[in-house]
């Protein structure tokens, strides 16, 4: 049987599945779909399978509702940690478990029962970007990993524990440092970790009407 499947989003991890499902011969990608006014186009195509893989804008029931086998989504961390935006970061900051997951969509971000998920072991050493790269390949790999099992529909696993979720908003008011704010060395130095993305400018501090920006790089002896 051949999926008639919709993609939507496409992060580093969606351009690596993406372009490994258009190579396979038990799939037919109709369409790609990264903006909000697109996802008509579901209704027009009705596949079977929708994937989705950093899709930035929520999706609503009666898309969801579309495809006989839902919407399976990869989400960058350890469900039910981190749910929303910048998991790599957030869970760095909060020590709070890293990993992949693969659920199914609901209305609800980041809510669904869930395919298969995998725990990544953050180390001294890492940062938000070295990080993000490790999770980047272990979703394309446990999507690759899980692949017969959502052909074939098979029956997820509810969410269970209460978990977290951070909202893009939020990142703004991290990545701003106050220089009299009072944090234990590990805090500070976890939160600088967590935002050193370069050439991303993310962590700041203000001084004499001007913006520095700080990166910092973590080696082993």
């Not at 399978?49 to 086998?69: N, R, T, W, Y």
């Not at 989504?73 to 869970?91: E, F, M, Q, T, V």
């Not at 899980?146 to 269970?160: A, Y």
Request: glycine residues 6%; hydrophobic residues 35%.
């Amino acid at each position: 049987m051949v999926l008639k499947t919709v993609f939507l989003g496409l992060n580093d991890a969606g351009e690596e599945i993406y372009e490994w499902l258009n190579q396979r011969d038990d799939v037919e990608v109709k369409a790609l779909l990264t903006e909000k006014e697109q996802l008509e186009l579901v209704k027009k195509l009705e596949p079977d399978l929708v994937v989705s893989a950093g899709f930035e804008h929520k999706v609503p029931k009666e898309i969801i509702e579309v495809p006989d086998q839902g919407i399976v989504n990869l989400h960058p961390s350890y469900l039910p940690y981190n749910k929303g935006a910048h998991p790599y970061i957030w869970s760095m900051v909060e020590e709070t478990p890293a990993g992949v997951t693969l659920h199914y969509m609901t209305e609800e971000i980041d809510e669904g029962p869930i395919i298969d998920k995998k725990e990544v072991r953050v180390t001294p050493e890492d940062a938000g970007k070295t990080l993000y790269q490790r999770l980047t390949s272990e979703g394309v790999q446990l999507f690759k990993e899980s692949w017969k099992d959502i052909k074939e529909g098979m029956s997820p696993k509810p969410q269970t524990g209460k978990g977290n979720k951070h909202y893009s908003r939020e990142l703004e008011e991290l990545r701003r440092i106050d220089l009299n704010e009072e944090v234990t060395a590990g805090q500070f130095l976890d939160r600088l970790r967590a935002l050193s993305f370069p050439p991303r400018k993310n962590a700041y501090f203000e001084l004499y009407g001007q913006k520095y920006f700080v990166d910092i790089e973590i080696r082993r002896d």
